[in-house]
T-cell receptor
Framework: GENVEQHPSTLSVQEGDSAVIKCTYS??????FPWYKQELGKGPQLIID?????GEKKDQRIAVTLNKTAKHFSLHITETQPEDSAVYFC?????????FGAGTRLTVKP | GAGVSQTPSNKVTEKGKYVELRCDPI?????LYWYRQSLGQGPEFLIY????????DSGLPNDRFFAVRPEGSVSTLKIQRTERGDSAVYLC???????????????FGPGTRLLVL
């Protein structure tokens, strides 16, 4: 089955700096890669996703890149703000079999 | 519009008891998923419904766990003879995915925090 690894487990940046979170997956059949943000006491909230026929996608300060050959994808947050502080999860999916990484706790220091 | 809702938000029970966790998906979403999230981990798949039927229950850890979705909308996750190791956040998600179509975004509820004493 699919195995998703996510790095780093914790990330601390200064407000205004960029943050990068990386994930690798094992199943080459995976074709959908969402990223979720989870705040304390809440459910995961989708922030961006990418499908296997696209290499990069951007939405304002957030971008995701996908390298299907290397089976890795990354989340890039630019101009970070304190409200970006949360736990971020990557996931890889084929059909409805979605597997999540262990999460990255991002702290943005004002 | 209304998102996925889950009740109760918190549940404390004693070892050996039976619990039911409820999920109300987004209206019109035919696909419904249950996940379990342990502290410091990502969500772990339990079961996926397409309409009223369980299309994939391969993630259920053992036969103490069971889920139903009798009318294709609300779903209930049932845990019998609870154990301390069942303590976790149980998340529900729904999507507009239909079989044969490309996967659609899963929208999560706030979760039910289950504590087994």
């Amino acid at each position: 089955g699919e195995n998703v690894e996510q790095h780093p487990s914790t990330l601390s940046v200064q407000e205004g700096d960029s943050a990068v979170i990386k994930c690798t997956y094992s199943d080459s059949a995976s074709n959908y890669f969402p990223w979720y943000k989870q705040e304390l006491g809440k459910g995961p909230q989708l922030i961006i996703d990418i499908r296997s026929n696209v290499g990069e996608k951007k939405d304002q300060r957030i971008a995701v890149t996908l390298n299907k050959t290397a089976k890795h994808f990354s989340l890039h947050i630019t101009e970070t703000q304190p409200e970006d502080s949360a736990v971020y999860f990557c996931a890889a999916s084929y059909n409805n079999d979605m597997r999540f990484g262990a999460g990255t706790r991002l702290t943005v220091k004002p | 519009g209304a998102g996925v809702s889950q009740t109760p938000s918190n549940k404390v029970t004693e070892k050996g008891k039976y619990v039911e966790l409820r999920c109300d998906p987004i209206s019109g979403h035919t696909a419904l998923y249950w996940y379990r999230q342990s502290l410091g981990q990502g969500p772990e798949f339990l079961i996926y419904f397409q309409g009223t039927g369980a299309a994939d229950d391969s993630g259920l850890p053992n036969d103490r766990f069971f889920a139903v979705r009798p009318e294709g909308s609300v779903s209930t996750l049932k845990i019998q003879r609870t154990e301390r190791g069942d303590s976790a956040v149980y998340l529900c998600a729904s999507s507009s995915h239909s079989p044969g179509q490309f996967i659609e975004t899963q929208y999560f509820g706030p979760g039910t925090r289950l504590l087994v004493l």
